[in-house]
C-alpha cells in the first residue's frame, strides 16, 4: 500500500512548449501533495505545497505562473511547467501525504519515482 | 527557523563495514525526525523513523536514535552490503504547522565496493 505513481516518467520537449506532470496516490487519500526539483547530485528543493480544492502554496522564489499546481481530487496533482526552457530541465518529484483516513499513516509522505524533464 | 545538517559525502566503504552518516537538527518543539534512501534511478523511500525523543528508529539493518541533548539522528549500520549504496536524506517535520513539509539535509551518498 502507500503508493506514489507519476506519469511520465521522461520528458523531452522543445523550448516553448508546456508540459504536465501528473502525480497520483494509489491506493491512499492525500489531502496534502509536495512538488521539488532535485538537481544533480543535490538535495530536494520544495516548490510548493498543493492542498486539495485550494491554491497551492509556492515557496519563495518559485514563479507561480510558470510552475502551475493544480490538485483536483484526493488522488491527483498536476504540475505544469509552462513556457518550458533549458535551465527547467530537471528532476520532478512529488510526494503525497497521507490524509486523515489513513489510520497509522496518517500525516506519513510518499514519494513518487520522479519525472526526468529535458528542455531541449 | 528549522534546518537539518548533514555530514558531506560521499562516503566510500568497503563490503561488511560498520556505517555512520551524521545529522544533527534546529527545530523548534518537538519535530519528527527521518531517514530517506534513494536508490540510483528509483525515488524516495523512507527508510526509518522517529517521533520522540529517545526514540530508535530501525529498518534494514539501519538504526538511529532520536537524540534531543544532542539534536542528532545519526544514521548507523554494522555492516553494510554493495546493495546499500545509494544517496540517504536526513529530514525533520515540525510539529506544528498545518502541512507539515519535511525540512531536508543535502543528503549523503554511500558506495560501498565488493
Known amino acids: 500500500g502507500a503508493v506514489v505513481s507519476q506519469h511520465p516518467s521522461r520528458v523531452i520537449c522543445k523550448s516553448g512548449t508546456s508540459v504536465k506532470i501528473e502525480c497520483r496516490s494509489l491506493d491512499f487519500q492525500a489531502t496534502t501533495m509536495f512538488w521539488y526539483r532535485q538537481f544533480p547530485k543535490q538535495s530536494l528543493m520544495l516548490m510548493a505545497t498543493?492542498?486539495?480544492?485550494?491554491?497551492?502554496?509556492?515557496e519563495q522564489g518559485v514563479e507561480k505562473d510558470k510552475f502551475l499546481i493544480n490538485h483536483a481530487s484526493l488522488t491527483l496533482s498536476t504540475l505544469t511547467v509552462t513556457s518550458a526552457h533549458p535551465e527547467d530541465s530537471s528532476f520532478y518529484i512529488c510526494?503525497?501525504?497521507?490524509?486523515?483516513?489513513?489510520?497509522?499513516?496518517?500525516?506519513?509522505?510518499?514519494f513518487g519515482p520522479g519525472t526526468r524533464l529535458t528542455v531541449l | 527557523g528549522n534546518s537539518v545538517t548533514q555530514m558531506e559525502g560521499p562516503v566510500t566503504l568497503s563490503e561488511e563495514a560498520f556505517l555512520t552518516i551524521n545529522c544533527t537538527y534546529t527545530a523548534t518543539g518537538y519535530p519528527s525526525l527521518f531517514w530517506y534512501v534513494q536508490y540510483p534511478g528509483e525515488g524516495l523511500q523512507l527508510l526509518l523513523k522517529a517521533t520522540k525523543a529517545d526514540d530508535k528508529g530501525s529498518n534494514k539493518g539501519f538504526e538511529a536514535t532520536y537524540r534531543k541533548e544532542t539534536t542528532s539522528f545519526h544514521l548507523e549500520k554494522g555492516s553494510v552490503q554493495v546493495s546499500d549504496s545509494a544517496v540517504y536524506f536526513c529530514a525533520l517535520s515540525p510539529q506544528a504547522g498545518n502541512n507539515r513539509k519535511l525540512i531536508w539535509g543535502l543528503g549523503t551518498s554511500l558506495a560501498v565496493n565488493p
Open positions: 498543493s492542498n486539495e480544492g485550494s491554491k497551492a502554496t509556492y
Open positions: 510526494s503525497a501525504r497521507v490524509g486523515a483516513s489513513g489510520g497509522a499513516r496518517y500525516n506519513e509522505q510518499f
